[in-house]
């Protein structure tokens, strides 16, 4: 399954850590749940959890490229979860990934790929 969030841009652990103030945080974690929320129409009845464990990847496409490993999916990963995952424990994600793209502009793409049961 690919999803994209054609308004998110991904943050860097460097921009949530500075923060400061809790409420800082939940904004962008509302952001998050909100463009998740917007490519998934809460409406749509077509969505069903994955059944077997996932790998989850994430492309940031930036207008100022990050390095890959200072992406934050937490936000992006927290808003699927009971909506197209069961938990983002390791029973249901095994894997993810977070990779960067140089882009003209900011967006976010998340692929969610059922895994077989080793």
Request: glycine content about 4%; aromatic content about 10%.
């Amino acid at each position: 399954m690919k999803i994209i969030l054609e308004h998110y841009k991904c943050p860097s652990w460097n921009t949530i850590a500075g923060r400061g103030h809790w409420t800082k945080r939940a904004e962008m974690m509302d952001y998050a749940h909100a463009s998740v929320a917007e490519a998934l129409g809460w409406y749509e009845e077509s969505l069903q959890l994955f059944k077997k464990p996932v790998s989850i990847i994430i492309t940031a496409y930036l207008k100022r490229p990050i390095d890959c490993d200072n992406v934050s999916c937490k936000g992006i990963i927290d808003s699927i979860k009971t909506i197209l995952i069961k938990d983002d424990s390791p029973k249901y994600v095994t894997e993810v990934t977070t990779r960067v793209v140089k882009s003209k502009k900011d967006y976010t793409v998340i692929e969610i790929y059922e895994k077989s049961r080793v």
